[in-house]
């Protein structure tokens, strides 16, 4: 099928898939899905979750981010709250990626948040 009607035919996550990827693409970031242990990225994709856990006895805060290719993990150590890093925004991240338990994670990243348009 081509054009029109395959586009039709998608499911809501195929759909929200292609444009989180193209903006990856259009952000200059990798993607998610093909970044490997060791390597420092530029990823881009939207926060899915945010979590406030301890690690060794301090607080940290987890962003879970999806860019339609797949899943990494921002870690901030000590933190409790950033302002902005919070569900459905997007944001820029720069950093090593770690794979502990099979998990790609940044570790206290760089990063950018897209600024939210008031119309959206």
């Known amino acids: 099928m081509g054009g029109w009607l395959s586009s039709m035919m998608r499911t809501r996550e195929q759909q929200e ?45 987890e962003a879970e981010i999806y860019d339609g290719t797949g899943h990494l993990t921002l870690v901030w150590l000590g933190r409790r709250r950033l302002s902005g890093v919070e569900v459905g925004r997007t944001i820029q991240a720069v950093g090593r990626v770690t794979c502990p338990d099979g998990q790609a994670m940044i570790f206290n990243p760089d990063y950018d948040l897209r600024i939210v348009d008031a119309h959206e």
């Open 17 to 61: 898939a292609i444009e989180l990827t193209d903006q990856v693409v259009a952000s200059g970031a990798e993607a998610i899905g093909e970044c490997r242990r060791g390597e420092r990225v530029h990823v881009c994709g939207t926060i899915r979750s945010v979590t406030l856990r301890p690690r060794a006895n301090a607080p940290t805060l």
